[in-house]
């Protein structure tokens, strides 16, 4: 998992240098951001946070050490050969899926609707929807002002009993877990992100319910996810009480 992530982003901003390209966006997460036990929980993270490298190690965490180390040698490789790296981080990315396989993001939603979870962690999350990650790419690569680091998230942190209890009302067909794995220590609270970076660019983002619906109909259309009753009906005035 590291080399393919370090090695691979230095070889594309080498690349685009050896070409004369002047301007690269790279994707990278918000595992690069918020990784640091030594942050204030009740202040937001924004884009001068940094995960702790020896913090990751110490928890095994090979993806977000990774993909910090990934990030950081680009910006150094950029400053280097004179490219202008614009850094897009999403939080977990929800909405219609293209592929027509699960990936990690969807099964995050999923394994609370086949009842593979039979109980859900003591976790809190951000999300963002596809399309909004897609139009954050283009608005920092056209904008002439763009630069650094933009947190792509919409906003809202969700606990996972949270998460839960809306897939419970938007589809109370399903066996969507009731209880936490964790009885004993009180809800984690997850970080506030800000997208303020992005929203002054122009983004307006996709509500989280909304990204959490399309999710499970796009599983439901691809055929990935049985398709139960309740009727429509019901399910889409549930959907305008959330919304």
Known sequence: MIEPAIRGTKYVITAAADMGIKRVVFTSTIGTVYMNPHRDPSKPVDDTCWSDLEYCKKTQNWYCYAKTVAEQDALETARQRGIELIVVNPVLVLGPLLQPTVNASTEHVMKYLTGSAKTYVNAAQ??????????????????????????????????????????????????????????????????????????????????????????????????????????DDVRDNLHEQLM
């Not at 690569?141 to 630069?147: I, L, V, W």
């Not at 794995?181 to 970080?191: A, M, Q, T, W």
């Not at 499970?216 to 691809?222: A, F, G, N, R």
């Open 126 to 231: 951000a999300y963002v929807h596809v399309k909004d990650v897609a139009e954050a790419h283009v608005r920092v690569y056209e904008a002439p002002g763009a630069h650094g680091r933009y947190i792509c998230a919409e906003g809202t942190t969700l606990h996972r009993g949270e998460l839960c209890r809306v897939l419970g009302k938007l589809f109370p067909e399903y066996p969507v877990p009731t209880k936490c794995k964790d009885e004993v220590n009180p809800p984690v609270k997850g970080y506030k992100f800000t997208n303020q970076r992005l929203k002054d660019l122009g983004m307006e983002f996709v509500p989280v319910l909304q990204s959490i619906y399309e999710t499970v109909k796009s599983l439901q259309e691809k055929g990935m996810l049985p398709v139960l009753p309740p009727g």
